[in-house]
């Protein structure tokens, strides 16, 4: 059974940076792909970034671009997400998302992290 388990959230200041990283288990790792959702205070949870399988291709959602990048070590079964320019509107519970196909990880994945708490103050 494919396990996800994300790290490295925290309280930061506007600015700032934080790299959230996720540890994938139960299957082969280089055969799927990895998204990153989040869900802000009071509202629905949403896309912010995903990885092909390789990760030579990216997509990010429009909020997140040029301030956020996503990255994978297949080595090490572990996806990253490097978040900059840090925004008071970023503060959400950050989940890792695995699914064997770009479409599905994007829009229904199967498998989710617990996720972890980014907090960025002003």
């Known amino acids: 059974q494919v396990q996800v388990v994300e790290s490295g959230g925290g309280l930061v200041q506007a600015g700032g940076s934080l790299r959230l990283s996720c540890v994938f288990s139960?299957?082969?790792?280089?055969?799927?792909?990895m998204a990153w959702f989040r869900q802000p205070p009071g509202k629905e949870r949403e896309f912010v970034a995903a990885l092909s399988w390789a990760g030579g291709s990216t997509w990010f959602a429009d909020a997140v671009k040029g301030r956020f990048t996503i990255s994978r070590d297949n080595a090490k079964n572990t996806v990253y997400l490097q978040m900059n320019s840090l925004k008071p509107e970023d503060t959400a519970v950050y989940y890792c998302?695995?699914?064997?196909?770009?479409?599905?990880?994007?829009?229904?994945?199967?498998?989710w992290g617990q996720g972890t708490q980014v907090t960025v103050s002003s």
């Open positions: 139960g299957r082969s790792f280089s055969s799927y792909c």
């Open positions: 998302a695995a699914d064997t196909t770009i479409g599905h990880v994007m829009n229904v994945p199967d498998y």
